[in-house]
């Protein structure tokens, strides 16, 4: 990888920062595919999606993901161009659509990926047109997902990947992550291989289908999934600017030479719960979907447990601490590392009282002190008021007393030990 530059299609090009890098063009030949990998969105294993590359010392590792969530219908005939951004640089990327909650088959006609210059446009001969088992078109049936097939070339840390899908079948519900933070674009009828944005004319503020997306890279990189509520998606942090915590972890990681964990993965959902479906699926239903079927994660960063409280049904502490007890234990059956972060204060937000917060420092005792994380991120004393531990420091508060602004986004990023994202498992 050099700098922050990419390369698709064979040869070096721009990535968002600007910067170029120089280097001998290769030609990259593609290897005979198999069939496309289309699996059921709860049981996609990493091992289904080429975790290793046999007898090279690298494997598959997730650089980018969107938890799933129940939407509206999409219209057919429609094309969407989806922008993410990335987080360990790799090789040969791939893509991954999810059908986990339609109710009907829905078909991509074509699919591309590309570089992003502004806004909708890309960087002139970025965009690559996107294979599943060597077929330009998949239909992935209700329920499953499929995996694209690798695309050749190298792609970079913290680039902006540009994903253009068409779509000419889908009905009812769809899948995708309905509050992004980032400005993606929609146009009528086929566009979705040009890089112009001419066409691209309906900007939205969510994702569509895509819910990840993994790079190739040496054996000994892992990455760290964030299982989180709206903290982590990121509301109150600045639209289209890449603020949210694990933004901001994201960057610390690519810059830090004395670890190995690269890869950030943020699976927040607004609203969402550890024991109750509701916005999205409960963080114990969705954790094999959203978590453990990404290839290379080593650890899992649990931050969740506001809305259980807040929304005073009846939940105490000890039924919080039994569902991070069943997060953690089918993490560690599955081979990584948990870290635990304290619920933050939200006196001042509508539904705070003292029973809420009684639960909420019992289960904070508990994170600190009980020893079942592998390690703890103390957000809460990190962004509290040290005048009132109840509330939110007032530089960090995002406006309603319980949403971090950027600032203190950056803050509980910068609280996080780098090295504890690593343990003996």
């Known amino acids: 990888m050099r700098g922050d530059s990419a390369r698709l299609g064979g040869r070096w090009i721009r990535s968002a920062s600007g910067r170029r890098a120089v280097g001998v063009v290769c030609a990259l030949v593609l290897a005979v595919l198999g069939p496309p990998t289309v699996t059921p969105a709860a049981r996609a294993a990493p091992a289904a999606q080429g975790a290793t590359v046999s007898g090279q010392g690298t494997h598959t590792v997730v650089t980018w993901g969107a938890s799933a969530e129940r939407q509206g219908a999409g219209p057919a005939d429609r094309s969407y161009?989806?922008?993410?951004?990335?987080?360990?640089?790799?090789?040969?990327?791939?893509?991954?659509?999810?059908?986990?909650?339609?109710?009907?088959?829905?078909?991509?006609a074509s699919a591309y990926a590309g570089l992003r210059k502004q806004g909708a446009e890309l960087v002139r001969g970025s965009n690559r047109q996107l294979t599943f088992g060597r077929?330009?078109?998949?239909?992935?049936?209700?329920?499953?997902?499929?995996?694209?097939d690798p695309l050749p070339g190298k792609l970079a840390a913290e680039s902006d990947l540009v994903v253009s899908l068409y779509v000419t079948g889908a009905q009812g519900p769809t899948t995708g992550h309905g509050m992004a933070m980032q400005t993606s674009y929609a146009a009528a009828g086929d566009h979705a291989a040009e890089?112009?944005?001419?066409?691209?004319?309906?900007?939205?503020?969510?994702?569509?289908?895509?819910?990840?997306?993994?790079?190739?890279?040496?054996?000994?990189?892992?990455?760290?999934v964030t299982l989180g509520d709206s903290i982590t998606d990121g509301w109150a942090s600045t639209s289209d600017g890449n603020r949210r915590w694990?933004?901001?972890?994201?960057?610390?990681?690519?810059?830090?030479?004395?670890?190995?964990?690269?890869?950030?993965?943020?699976?927040?959902?607004?609203?969402?719960?550890v024991l109750a479906d509701g916005a999205g699926e409960s963080a114990?239903?969705?954790?094999?979907?959203?978590?453990?079927?990404?290839p290379g994660v080593s650890t899992v960063f649990l931050f969740e447990g506001i809305n259980d409280i807040k929304a005073h049904t009846g939940v105490t502490a000890d039924d919080l601490i039994a569902g991070y007890r069943g997060i953690i234990d089918r993490a560690h059956t599955a081979g990584k590392c948990v870290v635990g972060a304290t619920v933050m204060p939200?006196?001042?937000?509508?539904?705070?009282?003292?029973?809420?917060?009684?639960?909420?420092?019992?289960?904070?005792?508990?994170?600190?002190?009980s020893g079942a994380f592998d390690a703890v991120t103390d957000f809460d004393r990190i962004t509290?008021?040290?005048?009132d531990h109840q509330r939110i420091l007032p530089f960090f508060d995002g406006g309603d007393h319980l949403h971090p602004n950027d600032k203190g986004m950056q803050a509980m990023a910068d609280a996080v030990d780098l090295s504890a994202l690593r343990c003996a498992r």
């Open 246 to 273: 694990p933004d901001y972890l994201s960057r610390r990681l690519q810059a830090a030479s004395g670890t190995t964990v690269k890869g950030v993965v943020n699976e927040g959902i607004s609203g969402n719960k």
């Open 135 to 148: 077929a330009a078109s998949v239909t992935v049936p209700p329920g499953e997902t499929v995996l694209s």
């Open 384 to 387: 509290r008021n040290p005048y």
């Open 284 to 294: 114990l239903n969705r954790l094999e979907r959203d978590v453990l079927s990404h």
């Open 195 to 224: 890089e112009g944005a001419a066409n691209w004319t309906d900007p939205m503020g969510s994702w569509y289908w895509l819910d990840a997306v993994s790079v190739t890279t040496s054996a000994r990189v892992g990455a760290v």
């Open 81 to 108: 161009r989806l922008i993410v951004r990335t987080s360990v640089g790799g090789t040969d990327p791939r893509i991954r659509l999810s059908n986990a909650f339609g109710e009907h088959p829905v078909t991509f």
């Open 346 to 369: 939200f006196k001042g937000w509508y539904e705070y009282d003292d029973e809420a917060e009684a639960v909420r420092r019992g289960v904070n005792d508990w994170i600190r002190n």
